[in-house]
């Protein structure tokens, strides 16, 4: 039973521990730690997926819904408005932004603005953009260029 467990979810200490509750003894301790991790080697050597992550993923798969199993980082750079700007006074959405960047927020005064698309920018604004941490060298050296380095 140990080793039915270890192998099905991939937990074989948990599987041990669990029979070895059941039972209510010790005395095979030794050969289920032995068939666990047997058990816990084989399918993982086989490449097969522990149960829930296979049940998981089918689930996902019913629901039309793709999961990323590896997330991005990403980076939240600050740029500021100067004075001699081609775009001040120009609507957020008319800014030819990096199209893999996303203004998030705008510090206006000193006060935080959550920017829609007909707001406009002004002079000395603090632009917060967030990029993904493998565009961000591309996204940085767009947006110095749009604001005048």
Request: charged share 20%; aromatic share 10%; with cysteine.
């Amino acid at each position: 039973m140990a080793g039915f467990f270890a192998a099905t979810v991939r937990s074989p200490i948990t599987g041990v521990v669990l029979i070895a509750e059941m039972c209510g003894s010790t005395e095979s301790l030794v050969a289920m730690i032995i068939v666990s991790l047997i058990a816990y080697v084989v399918p993982t050597l086989l490449g097969n997926e522990p149960i829930y992550e296979s049940l998981y993923d089918r689930l996902l798969l019913n629901k039309n819904r793709e999961f990323v199993k590896k997330p991005s980082k990403h980076v939240l750079s600050e740029y500021l408005v100067p004075l001699d700007c081609n775009y001040i006074n120009f609507k957020i959405k008319d800014i030819p932004f990096p199209k893999n960047a996303i203004v998030v927020s705008v510090i206006r005064n000193g006060k935080y603005i959550i920017p829609t698309d007909d707001f406009h920018i002004k002079y000395s604004d603090q632009i917060h953009v967030l990029t993904d941490v493998n565009d961000y060298p591309f996204v940085k050296e767009e947006i110095e260029e749009l604001f005048g380095g």
